[in-house]
């Protein structure tokens, strides 16, 4: 183990600032939790409060460091082995969004998988690019969709040499690897930039028994949600950088464009914990977690008419995070939706997504044996009580192929109207419709609206799916652009 990672700098500052109890006359306007409601005093103490200051040269500054975070980024950029790390305190949104504003200008043209996160659109209309869709591999007997392969990609890059990146998602919501360092042979083949969404992997980097991690697989840059795995608060993401294909320097000014100048310190703290948790007892603690997950999968697999997704049901080629739990609802006739609901409210469970057809658990670094096992027997008694025996009816296949016509950027700036779903076939959409599942975008801005997706949203509507982007309960009007 590096000795090094042990060391907490940022965490160790802002601590000791802390403990002084300074009277403050710098935001926040709390004042050391002075003036905070007695409720949440009450359930929350007052030491979080004395961690919750504002810029000043003890506790260094988020957007141009000289110590603690200086030092504390170094040590995530060496326990990742990467280049250069950057602390996020917008969560993943902001690192996608920095990823591809800097590796593309105004048209210029990225390649990107069709199922992929809405900060990734959000970052190409900012960067004014034109994205280029690879349809991912979809498995209909289970109704997962998977990511891309790097044959795809190469096929991808072949009919649009002129896109300056490629941008991954790995691992999906799923939790499902493609063959990442396939991907970056390809990309850098063809003297592309890779980006990868790495959301859902900043655990990878200290097991074995895990996909290889971006870094690791070639990548050019990753973004991380510490958050979401790791010990870190809400918000707090890595961004890493490795290698001569980026400018690094680009890459600072964009960042600190897109982030706050008021960050939280208490957020940017549990960063630098995490990173040191996991750099020094990360194989310990993913061990654990990895062994409670899969014993937890093999019970739910022991329960009539449901299943969890496992490594050997997966296609050729891909690889699964043990550490989420995917649970097909199979022939038990309850929906995701249905399921969730029940552990909300009967059972005191809460799941991360729900769709038609699974649930995702998401476990993490702070999962206990207790959580798999309330979850197993949650699934036990619903199965037992509530299950109807009947397949949920399928959703009808869509092609998603969908012309193109003027950037997303240029869509947005031409202004947009709302027209009756009935009458938009023809017309420029100027929102992104998402229904899950399969969670893959129908529509994007820019994009030309055929019969063929007004009737699919139809029959969503008819199935009581409620698609992310729409307006109103039911989804009976579209945006468009105002001059299509």
Known sequence: MDAEQSRTPLFDTVLKHAKKRMVSFHTPGHKNGRSIDKRFLKFAGRNIFYMD???????????????????????????YEADRAYFLINGSTVGNQAMILTACNTFDEIILPRNTHKSIIGGIILAGATPRYIQPIIDRNNNIVYNVSPQQVEDAIQRYPKAKAVI???????????????????????????????????HFKFSDRLPK??????ADMCVQSTHKILSGMSQGSLLLIKGKRVD?????RVVSVLQTTSPSYIILASIDLARMQMATRGE?????????????RRQINRIEHIACLRQEDLLPGFQLDPTKITVMLGQ??????????????????QVD??????IIAISGVGTSKQDINQLVFALQDICAKYAKRKVIKPLPPLSFATEMVVNPMQALEKGMKRVSINKAVGMISAQILSPYPPGIPVLIPGERITREVCDYLQ????????????????????KVVKES
Do not use: W
Request: net charge negative; hydrophobic share 35%.
């Open 459 to 478: 029959e969503l509507v008819k199935m009581g799916i409620r698609v992310s982007g729409q307006e109103g309960h039911k989804l009976q009007t579209l």
């Open 53 to 79: 200051v504002t810029v000043f040269s003890e506790v260094d500054s988020l957007h141009d460091p000289t110590h603690c975070i200086r030092e504390a980024q170094r040590l995530a950029a060496r326990a």
């Open 284 to 296: 310990e603690i993913l061990d654990k977690l990895i062994d409670m997950c899969d014993a937890g």
């Open 213 to 218: 991690s971006a870094i690791d697989a070639g």
């Open 353 to 358: 997504y729900e769709d038609l057809y699974n």
């Open 332 to 349: 038990s006739g309850l929906s995701g939706y249905e399921v969730s609901r029940l552990f909300n409210e009967k059972y005191n469970l």
């Open 168 to 202: 991954i998602t790995n691992p999906t919501y799923h939790g499902i690897s493609t063959n990442l360092e396939g991907i970056a042979e390809v990309v850098h083949k063809y003297d592309k930039i890779l980006l990868v969404d790495e959301a859902h992997g900043p």
């Open 248 to 252: 690094a320097m680009r890459v600072k």
